[in-house]
């Protein structure tokens, strides 16, 4: 079993900025591709970022393109969404996924993430 922490959100004026982590324990492995995902009240969960097991492949979202950068620190088990720039319409509680063994690479599809965080609120104030 592998347990997500989730930690960093908050309340942040738009245009700011603000750093996610997600710290993995538990039976995972550096090699697990992992993710990012939001949902807004009465919206659906959304892809927000993903990266590779080995972190040399990234995708976005095209709404968080050139604002939100994730990466990811195999020492620590800990994967980052740093994110620039945000907006109203990035409030939303944010979600850290896990892929499990054999899926080291990056993915879109929420389908294809086994395990899941409880989720981080962040607040984006106009």
């Known amino acids: 079993q592998v347990r997500l922490i989730e930690s960093g959100g908050g309340l942040v004026q738009a245009g700011g900025p603000l750093r996610l982590s997600c710290t993995a324990s538990g039976r995972t492995s550096v090699s697990y591709g992992m993710g990012w995902f939001r949902q807004a009240p009465g919206e659906e969960r959304e892809f927000v970022a993903s990266i590779s097991g080995g972190g040399a492949e990234s995708l976005y979202a095209d709404s968080v393109k050139d604002r939100f950068t994730i990466r990811r620190d195999s020492a620590r088990k800990t994967v980052y969404l740093e994110m620039a720039k945000l907006m109203p319409e990035d409030t939303a509680a944010y979600y850290c996924?896990?892929?499990?063994?054999?899926?080291?690479?990056?993915?879109?599809?929420?389908?294809?993430?086994?395990?899941w965080g409880q989720g981080t609120q962040v607040t984006v104030s106009s």
């Open positions: 996924a896990s892929r499990s063994l054999l899926y080291s690479g990056a993915s879109i599809d929420a389908s294809s993430y086994t395990f």
